[in-house]
């Protein structure tokens, strides 16, 4: 079992430019989060799946950011015009289900000059 | 507002010691409450969980204490080892929900 695989591991972008993050859930995991770490505000909730439908993104900021899950085997976190303050570690998690525990993967580091 | 908030963001502990490690909520729907360590440069994972129907769960050292009338939670740690030595992240969440709101973590330091 490989594990959450993120993709990619760093990504630098400039100000202004568009940044899509990829996330692999493991095999037979119908729940996949986005969470969001920073040094301020530590680790928190941007949105999920369950079964591939959105079912709670009130953690997303209402603009720029957006996620989709195309299918069980991947799911995207894209942030468009990104600005210095979305500079975070993206993780991406998956769990069997509801009390399930999450299982976290090695996040992207987004840096935005 | 942070939901969850952890005291004491920095802990030393000697070896072979007892550390506990606390946390308040303040979402009195959260029915699920975790502890998850993380090691620099790598990923939270899970060390112990506890759903509200109960008030304790024990593992091994490790024991979750849930005291809901009052919000808080706790992680006892007996006979601390080096390797225990990471960042401890306490999180809550709600079944149906499923999302967890997180600390902003303690930072354990086991010394010899």
């Known amino acids: 079992n490989a594990g959450v695989i993120q993709t990619p591991r760093h990504k630098v972008t400039g100000k202004g430019q568009e940044a899509t993050l990829w996330c692999e859930p493991i095999?037979?995991?119908?729940?996949v989060f986005w969470y969001r770490q920073t040094i301020v505000q530590g680790l928190e909730f941007l949105t999920y799946?369950?079964?591939?439908?959105?079912?709670?993104d009130s953690g997303m900021p209402k603009e720029r950011f957006s996620a989709q899950m195309p299918n069980q085997s991947h799911s995207t976190l894209k942030i468009q015009s990104t600005q210095p303050q979305d500079s975070a570690v993206y993780l991406c998690?998956?769990?069997?289900?509801?009390?399930?525990?999450?299982?976290f993967g090695p996040g992207t580091r987004l840096t935005v000059l | 507002g942070q939901q969850v908030k952890q005291s004491s963001p920095s802990l030393t502990v000697q070896e072979g010691g007892i550390l506990i490690l606390n946390c308040d909520y303040e979402?009195?729907?959260?029915?699920?409450f975790a502890w998850y360590k993380k090691y620099p440069d790598n990923s939270p994972t899970l060390l112990i969980s506890?759903?509200?129907?109960?008030d304790k769960r024990e593992d091994g050292r490790f024991t979750v204490f849930l005291n809901k009338s009052g919000k808080h939670f706790s992680l006892h740690i007996t006979a601390s080892q080096p390797e225990d030595t990471a960042v401890y992240l306490c999180?809550?969440?709600?079944?149906?929900?499923?999302?967890?709101?997180f600390g902003k973590g303690a930072k354990l330091t086991v010394s010899p």
């Open positions: 095999s037979g995991h119908s729940a």
């Open positions: 999180a809550a969440g709600q079944g149906t929900g499923s999302k967890l709101s």
């Open positions: 506890v759903r509200s129907n109960v």
């Open positions: 979402n009195d729907m959260f029915d699920y």
């Open positions: 998690a998956s769990s069997t289900g509801i009390y399930a525990e999450q299982f």
């Open positions: 799946f369950r079964n591939q439908a959105p079912i709670d």
